[in-house]
């Protein structure tokens, strides 16, 4: 494999998640003790196309879940649940596999719960939150074929 010395590349991506209290009437069809609707994601900036360079995300949700594994292999590279607590979940990004370039892998902390906080004091809101951070995927030295795809767009 032609790997392209003394070169790095690196993209901007997104990794995040939003959630929402469930309202009383979609309670009634949610899982028992669900609180939220949450959705945790993969997306390029500015709405920016991921799929020329970014294959596959596979998402570890917390144990509890049912198939806690989640593959996905086309955008939107995301996974939409309900629940009721805030875990760790493990992200791994995987690259065209003719790049033969090593996924990588991320955490993000699922958070559900809004809060005002004034001087000491900390209100808990019962509404809409975002969580997200901007990452730098960089490839150091990467391979002709992985630079063919990053530089094609
Ligand atoms: C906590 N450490 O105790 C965390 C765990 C687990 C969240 C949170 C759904 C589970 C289900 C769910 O919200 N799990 O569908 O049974 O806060």
Known sequence: IHRISKCQISRPIIVGNDAKPLTEEEKQNAPKDHT??????VEGV?????????????????????????????????????????????IRVFFPPEAHEKPITFFHRLKLHAYLT????????????????????????????MYNILTQH
Do not use: A, C
């Not at 939220?36 to 994601?41: D, E, G, S, T």
């Open 46 to 90: 500015d709405g920016e196309d991921i799929s020329p360079w970014i294959r596959k995300v596979v998402f570890k949700l917390h144990d509890t879940y049912h198939n806690s594994t989640r593959i996905i292999e086309e955008p939107p590279f995301e996974v939409n649940e309900t629940g009721w607590g805030e875990f760790d979940i493990m």
């Open 118 to 145: 004034t001087g000491d004091t900390v209100t808990p809101l019962n509404e809409y939150v975002k969580s997200e951070q901007y990452e730098e995927v960089v490839f150091n030295e990467p391979t002709e074929i």
């Open 36 to 41: 939220h609707h949450w959705r945790i994601f």
